[in-house]
């Protein structure tokens, strides 16, 4: 009986390393896997968190574009303010507007409310990196249009924002969030598994976690 006692607490260890092994290997494949998911974003976001910081300290020379035009005469009718088909204070572009927008200026200005109003339409297009805006007088006719381009930095700083960029890069940047939570997570499961041939593991850890608290308690004010 003393003899078969040890045979089963070896065989119970044996079964507990082979548990560990699975789960550790596991926690290797999602480690590996969400690392390249956001291998891109963290590249960006981490030179963007730099140039962010520095923003103040980084030249900045907005380059300005303008452009001045006029409606054809079917068009210019159908915005005068007797024969407008809207007078609502926020609505879309008539889509022959909008055609006609694309092809004489390259202004992409479909599915955006314009405020409307007796005198003018006023079209807002924000942008990443940059602003424009378009004003038509739904009189005269007059197409004016002005687009502010700031740089590949500012534009790079305004994806690090979301700033006016989409749906699309909105749903891209809780992906990314959630890939990185997933990274995190899974490498501090590791941590653990390896800590005890570590010795430094936690004191690194609780470093990184008492160096920001530190920061933020003694010179955030």
Known sequence: M?????????GNDFAQRQRNAGW???LHRWHWISSAICLLGM??????GITLNHAADIPAHPRVTRHADRLPAPLRASLAP?????????APLPAPLVDWLHTALGVNAGGRDAEWSPEEVYLALPRPGGDAWLRIDR?????????TDRGWIAYLN???KGRNTGTAWRWFIDVFAAACLLFSLTGLLILKYHAGNR???????????VVPALLALLFIH
């Open 82 to 90: 007797e024969g407008a088909s809207t007078e609502a204070a926020n």
């Open 43 to 48: 590249l960006l976001f981490s030179v963007t």
């Open 199 to 209: 010795p430094a593991t936690w004191p690194m850890v609780g470093l990184g976690l």
């Open 158 to 160: 305004d994806l690090h």
């Open 24 to 26: 550790l290997k596991t």
């Open 139 to 147: 009189d005269s006719g007059a197409v004016e249009y002005e687009r």
């Open 2 to 10: 003393n003899a078969a006692a040890p045979a089963a607490s070896s």
